[in-house]
């Protein structure tokens, strides 16, 4: 017990762990819709995007989240019209869009600012959170997480059949809109702990791994975020006393938990599967 | 089954026409599946769309749901526009569904409660109605005890008797089905048909496509031939002539050929 408590003693790991755990169960609730909607690439190029929005963020001095949602949708926006314009698969024109955008903030970087603000923004820098910055965290997880439990029902029949969510007069455009701006608000919470390179990990991870293990949606929603709350604990934990990368620890306990998963699920697991087909070579 | 909408104007279903298309064309970029329609269904009546594949069947409902828009002519749904009716829950649609995603996490009757949304408050929480209403959508499509199953884990019969529950539960004054019958193993066909005459004496309007011939004079009150354009309407007997059928069907072995 001391194990846990006595990190806590210092008042910026306390910060670090409020603000790990808050961004990886939101980016986890998340990420249940990312996979089903089959978004996860969509995820990666927001993801990427958002970076020259945060640096001209900075060098205006308004906050990043304004910054990261205008570049974020901005990529979204370019993605869909490179479709429209050409005949370029979509996997394509998000190639195309995010390296590009996610090139023009490296080179907004070099101008303005030093290598370590590189080196945080690229890969997080969880524990030099400040209490401010854990109060801007908490406020954006709060609002996504509100806006996605009160309409999870409507995003999840978006996501499972859009014809018939256009015929009961759901506003699907809308509510699909509604889902790439959390994606981009969702990002900018991120950064913070895991930076624009491994966020793409907390959209896509918890998950995949709640859809091995669930055979609803609802079951599937909570443990996504629980794959997210567990890799955020334990990644802090053992990047203090193992003296490793914060973000890289809490995305390989997201892993193993996935990998986890994979192996043993009472359903979709490898074991299970080969356990069935025994069985059934046998009867 | 009552329909209790929840806006208070409902429309009186026997004094408008259901669906009533005037000289509607309409189509895609670069394809016209739609030319000069003009369509009356009956109140209370099922009205069988028939026509080989390609003919404009799916784009007449995507237009009758307001999903495409005419490039000319008028569509109205219970003298309102699509997008009004949608919204007034006015009409419940079957899609066809070849594309679904087979390993969605949703059970059959998650499925089915989603035809309740239009009656349901902000967080789409259901109430004792919706559950009845789900109840009696499970129960009239023989899915009682497949409740718990995964939409995947359904055969072809069974999924589309899941989707015609969740319109059932919708309780709306018009039904649309895309081929219902497409696919579908002899038993689901069959109780298919029956759930759609037992909704018939509610005083729903049903409009539902094929292109199997067999069974539409079982099923329908009406028939509209359409071949981009209405080749013929009226009775059953009336419209399955040979003659019509050689020139709905026939028509499009000639442009293959």
Known sequence: MDYLIQPLEYAFMQNALAVAVITATVCGMLSAWLVLMGWSLMGEAVAHSVLPGVVLAFILGIPFGVG?????????????????????????????????????????????????????????????????????????????????????????????????????????????WTLLVLLALTTVTALQTLGVILVVAALVIPGATGFLLARSFGPMLGLSAGVGA???????????????????????????????????????????????RLKRRRA | MTHEHAEADTPDPTATPPAQLLEVTAGYPGVTALEGVTLGLHPGRITALLG???????????????????????????????????????????PQHEAI???????????????????????????????????????????????????????????????????LAQDAPLMLLDEPFAGVDRTSERLLTDVLHRLRETGTSILVSTHHLDGVKDLADDVVLLHRRVLASGSPDEVLTEHNMARAFGAVIAEAG
């Open chain 2, 52 to 94: 080989a594949n390609g003919s404009g069947k799916s784009t007449l409902f995507s237009t009758l749901l307001g999903l495409v828009t005419p490039r000319s002519g008028t569509v109205e749904i219970f003298g309102r526009s699509p997008h009004r009716a949608r919204r007034d829950n006015l009409v419940s649609f079957v």
């Open chain 1, 68 to 176: 990261a949602l205008v570049f974020g949708l901005l990529a979204v926006a370019l993605i869909g019209g490179l479709g429209q314009t050409t005949a370029l698969k979509r996997d394509t024109a998000i190639g195309v869009v995010f390296t590009s955008l996610f090139a023009l903030g490296l080179v907004l970087i070099s101008t303005v600012t030093t290598s370590t603000h590189l080196q945080h923004i690229l890969f997080g820098n969880v524990l030099g959170t400040s209490r401010a910055d854990l109060y801007q965290v908490a406020a954006l997880a709060a609002l996504t997480a509100t806006v996605l439990l009160i309409k999870r029902r409507d995003f999840t029949l978006v996501a499972f059949d859009r014809t018939y969510a256009l015929s009961i007069g759901l506003p699907v455009g809308a509510l699909t």
């Open chain 2, 101 to 167: 995603d087979m390993t969605f996490p949703v059970s059959v009757e998650q499925v089915v409660t989603m035809g309740r949304y239009p009656h349901m408050g902000l967080t789409r929480r259901p109430r004792a109605a919706d559950r009845k209403a789900v109840e009696d959508a499970l129960a009239a499509t023989g899915l009682d005890t497949y409740r718990r199953r995964g939409i995947g884990e359904l055969s072809g019969g069974q999924r589309k008797r899941a989707f015609t529950a969740r319109a």
């Open chain 1, 230 to 276: 567990v890799a955020a604990v334990v990644g802090v934990y053992t990047s203090y006393y193992w003296d490793i990368s914060t973000g890289g620890a809490i995305v390989l306990a997201a892993s193993s938990q996935f990998l986890l998963a994979y192996l043993f699920s009472p359903r979709r697991g490898l074991l299970a599967r080969g356990v069935r």
